[in-house]
Each structure stands twice: as structure tokens, then as C-alpha cells.
């Protein structure tokens, strides 16, 4: 699939993007995401500095996905390990 040019407004600025067609909605939602998050900042919290918002929300993002991150690898870390056991099993039992 192609690209396609869209604009993208976050915190009342447009960015004309180029992304891959079967991403767009993916951007489109991230984009909403953002700007979501400014409002609940701006409406909940003293903040009216755009840069204030924009890096409140980008804290937020970035936050969320270091935690994924540390999760996913946990959770490897974790099949690694009944992985190995479960070796340990089999490599006793076909070894009688």
C-alpha cells in the first residue's frame, strides 16, 4: 500500500503528514489521544502554557509505554523460565 498525505491537528496546530494508508487511522487516533489528554490537563490543572500541556502529555505517553515495555519483558523473563523448567522435565523424562 501507498502513502497518503493527511493533516493532523494537535493542541491547534496542523501537521501535514505523509503516512502508509493502512497506518493512518492508527496516527488519526494518536493524534485524538493527544489532544484529549491537553484537555483533561488544561481543564483539571492550573496549566494554560501549550508547551506546558504538550510535554505534561508527553510524559504521560511515554510513561505508558516504558511500563508496557517493562511488563512485555517480564512476561518473557517469565516464559523463558517454564520454558526451561518444562526442558528440565522433558530432558529427565526421555533420558529414563
Known amino acids: ?3 497518503i498525505s ?4 494537535i493542541s491547534d496546530r496542523i501537521y501535514p ?3 502508509n ?3 493512518e487511522e492508527i496516527v488519526r487516533r494518536a493524534a485524538k ?3 484529549e489528554r491537553i484537555k483533561d490537563y488544561q481543564e483539571n ?7 506546558d500541556l504538550l510535554s505534561m502529555s508527553l510524559l504521560h505517553y511515554a510513561t505508558a509505554v516504558l511500563r508496557t515495555e517493562n511488563k512485555v519483558q517480564n512476561q518473557d523473563t517469565a516464559v ?3 520454558v526451561e523448567e518444562l ?6 523424562f526421555f533420558s529414563k
Do not use: P, S
Not at 490543572?45 to 508547551?51: G, I, L, M, P, S
Open 1 to 3: 500500500m501507498g502513502e
Open 6 to 9: 493527511i493533516k493532523i491537528t
Open 17 to 19: 503528514l505523509k503516512v
Open 21 to 23: 494508508m493502512e497506518e
Open 33 to 35: 489521544m493527544i489532544n
Open 45 to 51: 490543572y492550573a496549566v494554560r502554557d501549550k508547551q
Open 80 to 82: 523463558a523460565d517454564k
Open 87 to 92: 526442558d528440565v522435565i522433558l530432558n529427565g
